[in-house]
């Protein structure tokens, strides 16, 4: 009785998870998508550290136009079709597992809508005698950011490496983001000076709350010439006006 009853009851579940739920509703289903949702955004964040570290986050008000945010389980048809064309773009079509999402808009496993081209900083001040004022400064820092590319390029079968480190540091095995260690798939990790453009396709990691982009570490950051001076740093896109954001490159949020 009891192995007829089982398979049943698994039915009448699965049944019941398919049905409309509420937005924000966490949940897992069948998805034959690794990423879930794609989201836009028009501005970002700085944030310094106090070692010296720079993070850089989309800045957008979480469930501000829910046309940010593109999603296959949306109610709406244009915005389905905005993620479906998301998902042959980035070879994303055949994940077919189950995995937890959020229903109706952002989730854990998101990515943004478009990919950076380049990324600049520059300075408005002299920094030494091999960077005068408006020089590119890419060779005082590395670049770290994750992204699922080499994953769902594999057919999903890259496996998922961790390893811990200390709080609030940054390497090419995961990132510690609000004292949440987040593991990486294909982390970035080199001089920003030889970043090309393939290795900025899907950059980012995303929360509900959180989208970092990527993270610069300066090459020294005992003796880093750029610290306490006014950066700029400029992001530019195939699809949209570049992103810039200036700061004075010592601990704080801009």
Do not use: C, L, M, Q
């Given at each position: 009785m009891k192995k007829i009853l089982f398979p049943v009851l698994v039915g009448i579940s699965l049944l019941f998870c398919s049905c409309e739920k509420d937005a924000g509703t966490e949940v897992t289903e069948y998805m034959p998508n690794f990423i879930d949702s794609y989201y836009s955004y028009n501005d970002c964040l700085v944030y310094a550290y106090d070692n010296k570290q720079l993070a850089i986050f989309a800045?957008?008000?979480?469930?501000?136009?829910?046309?940010?945010w593109y999603t296959l389980k949306s109610k709406d048809e244009s915005n389905r079709a905005k993620f479906t064309e998301l998902s042959i773009k980035n070879n994303d079509t055949s994940y077919n597992r189950t995995?937890?999402?959020?229903?109706?808009?952002?989730?854990?496993n998101m990515m943004p809508d478009t990919d950076i081209k380049s990324i600049n900083i520059v300075s408005s001040v002299p920094i030494d005698k091999d960077h005068p004022a408006g020089a590119s400064l890419n060779d005082l820092f590395i670049l770290q950011a994750v992204t699922p590319r080499n994953f769902i390029n594999s057919n999903y079968t890259e496996v998922l490496t961790t390893k811990e480190i200390d709080d609030l540091t940054f390497s090419p095995e995961g990132l510690y983001s609000n004292g949440i260690f987040t593991p990486c798939y294909a982390p970035i990790f080199k001089p920003l000076e030889t970043v090309v453009e393939e290795d900025l396709v899907l950059i980012g990691d995303g929360e509900m709350d959180t989208c970092i982009l990527f993270v610069l570490n300066p090459k020294d950051k005992f003796n880093c010439?750029?610290?306490?001076?006014?950066l700029t740093i400029t992001l530019t896109y195939d699809d949209k006006q570049p992103i810039s954001k200036t700061f004075t490159y010592t601990q704080g949020v801009y």
């Open positions: 800045d957008f008000e979480i469930n501000r136009d829910i046309n940010n995995h937890t999402f959020v229903w109706g808009y952002a989730s854990y010439p750029a610290y306490g001076k006014r």
